[in-house]
């Protein structure tokens, strides 16, 4: 009675069905660091152990992310990097292996582990699902936190990048990290973008803003489009 | 070989092998297409006409008055839908609860937003029951359509059906509210409670195949005689125009096969489950700290164990408890598309924290003993493995 059955598209899964015809939704890659992560925080953090900490999300969204890192002051290398997560399988991966990539050979350089993208996270996991895009960039964030954390206790405050939210629809109150979200969840399109957030609906002058917005975000997050 | 203890029976049942055996002739010879008029096409007819008599009589009611249809989703908007476009000149008020299925929660959503309807969306109790009381408090003399599921899918607790539907009964007669109709999904209730629709005063009642180990895509509604409903779908006689298409000869077989085997064994099947159900949720009780059982301590089906692991987001407790060979469930987050927490457990009252960290048990038939211990043996490593993981440290105020 078996049939012949194809895998599913888009799916390079690991964990198979005995008749092999279904594979889970997560790449081995993302399989083997969230069964076996790297580098989190095993015991409470000690003062001196880290010279930054960043922070992101809330439990009450679904992911929250704290980090701890510790860099070389003469350098700027990261020396270790130590996270704990509460969130998906697509959550606790995607930090261990950004935890991974900002420590690997020698440590990046804070303006290197800046440049970091979340495509980048997400390359090396070899993909995540669409609707998990938006795990990999919690890490991406509170990795820029961190760094930020590093430069203020440092003085070295011309170094820090704002990330403070524009008001792009005074009418509707959007800022252009509210479009950030609605473009991470999904929301592709002006229509898909304006069910979210309501932006420009009663405010139609912000729209050509709104297009570029969404269109830059996509390109950050989601590649070339 | 891995051991494998499959929990998720809210979500689908494996078929019983009496149910795939009704089945085999009319998914190979008895291929006749129900509407022809040779023998072949009458095989079929009689087949649909037996299953629909076994079931009238399952749920005391007439041939007439059983509507096959594609599965729980399509009968619940077609009594949603079909029962207020057909019947909006009689009110525009609709009620139901805040913990209803999604199938029940978006037709009504849709009729508010799209066509001028007022809902009404209860609030359960802490433990998930809405009370008749409350349903009656909301009643209007434009209202025209209650539903309230019999027992929630989620949670498990079993709502006091009867009771509502007796309520809605005295209220349209004293107020001479012909038009108000009380509609009740059915299809979690239907393994283990009894769907006598005269006992219940339902007008019109959800049952589905796919949660009582028949066939998936099968399902059909109830609708007491002299109701009219709008049809979702147009283009032939058959189901009395109200939904046209071919019959689903071997899924109607199925479904009717798989129906009065849930209703012949439901009440050996509880006692079989309950010590089971009690045995689980003692068993994480006592293994673990930091936990919260949703749902109604006792009006809750036999198979449904709710619980939230505080700290810890339940779709990664779900692959880890998959790579263990235990299938369950979550409401919360990351498994829908939407990323929103379960609706059920917000509607309970409590925090975003406690619907995130919800999974759902639900045991069936197959379910043993030694399932139980081998959940309540693996179960605490890999809570405590992720808890060793998350920032997180919900304080008991917010889940006691």
């Known amino acids: 009675m078996s049939l012949p059955l194809r895998p599913i598209a888009g799916t390079t899964g690991d964990v198979t069905a005995k008749n092999g015809a279904q594979s889970w939704f997560y790449t081995d890659v993302v399989k083997d660091h969230f069964f076996h992560p790297r580098n989190f925080m095993v015991e409470d953090a000690r003062e001196g152990d880290y ?21 070389d002051p003469e350098s700027e290398h990261i020396q270790d990097f130590r996270w704990k997560t509460f969130g998906c399988g697509s959550a606790i991966a995607s930090t261990s292996m950004a935890s991974v990539m900002v420590t690997e050979g020698g440590g990046m ?113 989601f590649g070339a489009v | ?64 008055e059983i509507l096959f249809t594609s599965g729980g989703t399509e009968s619940d908007n077609l009594a949603v839908l079909g029962y207020a476009r057909k019947n909006q000149a009689q009110g525009k008020h609709l009620i139901t609860t805040q913990i209803e299925h999604h199938a029940v929660l978006e037709a009504m959503m849709h009729l508010e937003k799209k066509e001028g309807f007022e809902v009404t969306y209860l609030p359960p109790d802490r433990d998930g029951l809405v009370s008749a009381q409350q349903v009656e408090d909301a009643l209007r003399p434009d209202t025209i359509l209650v539903s309230i599921m019999s027992a929630n899918n989620e949670i498990g607790t079993i709502e006091p059906i009867a009771e509502i539907g007796n309520r809605i009964q005295k209220w349209r007669e004293v107020h001479g509210r012909p038009a108000l109709l009380f509609h009740s999904d059915a299809c979690q209730a239907a393994e283990y ?111 449904n164990v709710n619980m939230s692991f505080m700290d810890i987001e339940g779709e990664a407790l779900i692959l880890y408890l998959d790579e263990a060979g235990i299938y369950v469930s979550t ?3 990351c498994t829908s598309a939407s990323l929103d927490p379960s609706h059920v457990i917000l509607a309970l009252g409590l925090p975003y924290e406690v619907a995130h960290g919800s999974i759902r048990f639900t045991l069936g038939r197959s379910t043993t003993q030694e399932d139980m211990d081998y959940v309540i043996q693996k179960l605490p490593p890999l809570v405590a493995k992720l808890r060793a993981l998350s920032p997180v440290n919900v304080e008991p105020k917010y889940f006691a």
């Open chain 2, 193 to 303: 409670l009894p769907l006598d629709t005269q006992k219940l005063h339902v007008d019109m009642l959800t049952l589905n195949g796919s949660k009582i180990y028949g066939p998936k895509g099968t399902g059909l509604l109830f609708v007491k005689r002299g109701i009219k409903l709008q049809p979702l779908l147009f283009g032939g006689a058959q189901e009395r125009s109200i939904r046209p298409g071919t019959e689903n000869v071997a899924g109607v077989v199925g479904l009717a096969r798989a129906l009065a085997i849930a209703q012949r064994d439901r009440e050996g099947q509880e006692k079989r489950l309950l010590p089971l159900r009690e045995a689980l949720i003692r068993g994480i009780q006592s293994s673990i700290p930091k936990t919260r059982l949703n749902g109604h301590p006792t009006a809750r089906l036999p198979n």
């Open chain 2, 1 to 64: 070989m891995k051991r494998e203890v499959y929990l998720d029976h809210a979500a689908t049942t494996p078929m019983l092998p009496d149910v795939l055996e009704a089945m085999l002739p009319y998914l190979t010879h008895v291929y006749g297409n129900p509407s022809s008029f040779h023998s072949l096409g009458k095989n079929a007819k009689d087949a649909v006409d037996e299953a629909r008599t076994l079931i009238a009589s399952l749920l005391h009611a007439r041939e007439d």
């Open chain 1, 109 to 221: 350089t804070l303006e290197a582990a800046r440049a970091l993208k979340p495509q980048d996270i997400m390359d090396r996991l070899g993909g995540l699902p669409a609707r998990k895009f938006h795990c990999s960039v919690l890490c991406d964030k509170a990795l820029r936190d961190a760094i930020n954390d590093y430069y203020r206790r440092t003085g070295q405050f011309d170094k820090i990048v704002a990330e403070s939210a524009r008001l792009i629809d005074p009418v509707a109150k959007v800022t252009d990290h509210d479009i950030e979200e609605a473009v991470l969840e999904g929301a592709h399109t002006l229509e898909l973008v304006q069910q979210k957030t309501k932006v420009g609906i009663g405010n139609p002058g912000c729209l050509p803003a709104v297009e570029e917005l969404i269109r830059f975000y996509k390109e950050k997050y």
């Open chain 1, 51 to 71: 010279n930054a900490i960043g922070k992101v999300g809330s439990p009450a969204c679904g992911d929250e992310l704290r980090v701890w890192m510790k860099v």
């Open chain 2, 331 to 333: 409401g919360s987050a």
